[in-house]
């Protein structure tokens, strides 16, 4: 699509948005930056902005006149594509783009793409820093908080670009081709989002819907959803397993990581000579291993990044030892199932803070993978009530509801024993608390200095 001199309406003001109006302004496109929210200040958002050539900023309302102007729609991951405005544009068959797609659209060089309800960011760190250590030109960009429209225009044919790409990403790609794409593992999320299961399932396989069978989809084959999907992917598929061996693919056999390709088995690592701890971060390491075998890394080279690679900051990340008692940071864990993770990665008596915002999520399964673990539960925000009707029908009994998150967080320090370890790790998003959960976790991890002082 030509878009130079085309006036191209990008719909959200955050760093995607940025980051799309500033890669159309360089490419000769009239971006025209729209934000419903009228009270942010515009001076700041033009030096957020930059120099932007032909960049219109709009706030609050976009007239008839300007509607009619635009060629092309880019929305940012926030904004619903079954919202009126979007609709509109639909119906006059107006191009609706995400920041990925744009980006790509500009961008050279192979691309790695990685979703799935949970584990993408430590996968897509672990494989952006194996890339780095054998590849020259390599970006970590998407979902993970560096705009992929950034970056698009420095990449060069051997540029590799491992890209975390979330369901609401992938709603609004069309081209979007990847090498390599995964996805680890499709659990019930964003369901006030997607509506159905079904459609988040479906939204989340369109990262592989360009492939071909020169290409290749990792998936995990103890996950329903991925690997009934390997019988329709068009791409290559690499299975990986943390419950049985598998006659191709990665798989773990006792403690150790095994590769089995072409009627060879290679026994490549004993999961302990890794910094990561818990079984999710095993099969995000499995993973890690069948992407870059795809990006032919050598195997050595693979596994002394994996020994050498330490945890996500907010992902089951151990933050001190205050008085005997350990302290984990998992306010990545913003759903249920990110939340059994967790919990499952304990192996000390727990006090456990949960609850944030409502994503109309179930919490029976979550509850039922304490298996006794957990001696308190603190619960805070919009789901702490709902949680704990869960928790009672479960037998869970040390049940306290917290008004703050620092009210939360004393209740952990009186109740944690030596020997004991407290977790954050809500099961919920952060939304009307904090801005996110990295806000949340660096609380967290504040409050946790603090103890003693």
Known sequence: MELKGQKVLVVGSGKSGIGAARLLGKAGALPVLFDSNEKLDMTELREKTGDVPGLEIVLGE???????????????PGVPIDAPMLEEYRSKNIPIWGEIELAYAFAQGNVIAITGTNGKTTTTTLVGQIMKAYFDSVYVVGNIGNPYTDIALQTKPETVTVAEISSFQLETVHTFHPRVSAILNITPDHLNRHHTMECYVATKEKVAQNQT??????????????????????????????RRKLEEGVYLDGEE????????????????????????????VMAAIAISRAMNVPMEMILNTIREFKAVEHRIEFVATKNGV?????????????????????SKPTV???????????????????EGKVKAFVL????????????????ISNIILADTFEEAFAICVKQAQPGDAVLLSPACASWGMFPNYEVRGKMFKELVGKIGV
């Open 62 to 76: 976009l007239d008839e006149e300007k509607k009619k102007e635009i060629g092309l729609v880019v929305i940012s």
């Open 213 to 242: 069978a020169e290409d290749t989809c990792v998936l995990n084959y103890e996950d329903a959803y991925t690997r009934e999907f390997g019988n329709r992917c068009p791409a290559k598929v690499i299975f990986f397993s943390s």
């Open 257 to 284: 990581i095994v590769l089995s390709e072409g009627g060879k088995e290679l026994r490549l690592m004993n999961i302990h000579d890794m910094n990561l701890v818990g079984m999710c971060n095993v099969e995000n």
């Open 326 to 346: 350990d302290y984990y940071n998992d306010s990545k864990g913003t759903n249920p199932d990110a939340a059994i993770q967790g919990i499952r990665a304990m």
């Open 352 to 370: 456990l803070i949960g609850g944030g915002y409502d994503k109309q999520s179930e919490y029976d399964e979550w509850i039922e993978a304490f």
């Open 380 to 395: 805070i925000g919009q789901t702490r009530e709902k949680i704990a009707e869960c928790a009672r029908k479960h037998g």
